[in-house]
């Protein structure tokens, strides 16, 4: 098992970061929100999970051990892959997951693309006994990286991550922005899911 990448980030693409370690490209699978905490040339290190299929093997990153054991535990159960689970921390931090599940929010799982109201209901029942409790308070929000992209690049850019059209994630960026300048919110955690709601509200 791969537990971690460390080294310059060589490489930024939708969905994807190159970790140089070694002299070796390491190709890992990110949310939008974990790549947009890196920079191209600057270090990284990233907890990984090495997901084993008959015709693949793919590195998948995250921010901390924390989203890696909870992405294990997400992608294990039935009818949930690797990238629907990736998708799920992509919107939600493992604590808001953990406090969704012990709550029983459905909405808090239908804000993710992929999943309905019948698949919701399944999976927190699924996971009820395997998440367990949140384990502090749980934050707004993921904070925004430093860094000179925008935050409308940087929403737009996750939506599409998450697999929403360029048009769709166009639409959803207008109409989060009175939000963002009236509020002065600059963090993309908080608007992807202002964002996110809006779209589900449209299909």
Known sequence: ???FVQGPVAALATGTAVVEVGGVGFAVQCTPLTLATLRLGQPARLATSLVVREDSLTLYGFADEDERATFEILQAAPGVGPRLAQAMLGVHSPDALRLAVAGGDERALIQVPGIGKAKAAKLLLEYKDKLG??????????????????????????????????????????AVTPQAEEQAVTDVGVLLKAALRTLNRTR
Request: proline share 13%; charged share 15%.
């Open 133 to 174: 409790a949140p384990h502090g308070t749980v934050p707004a929000q993921k904070p925004l990286a430093a860094g000179p992209a925008p935050w409308s690049e940087q929403l737009h850019a996750a939506l599409v991550g998450l697999g929403y059209a360029p048009r769709e994630a166009d639409e959803a960026v207008t």
């Open 1 to 3: 098992m791969i537990a």
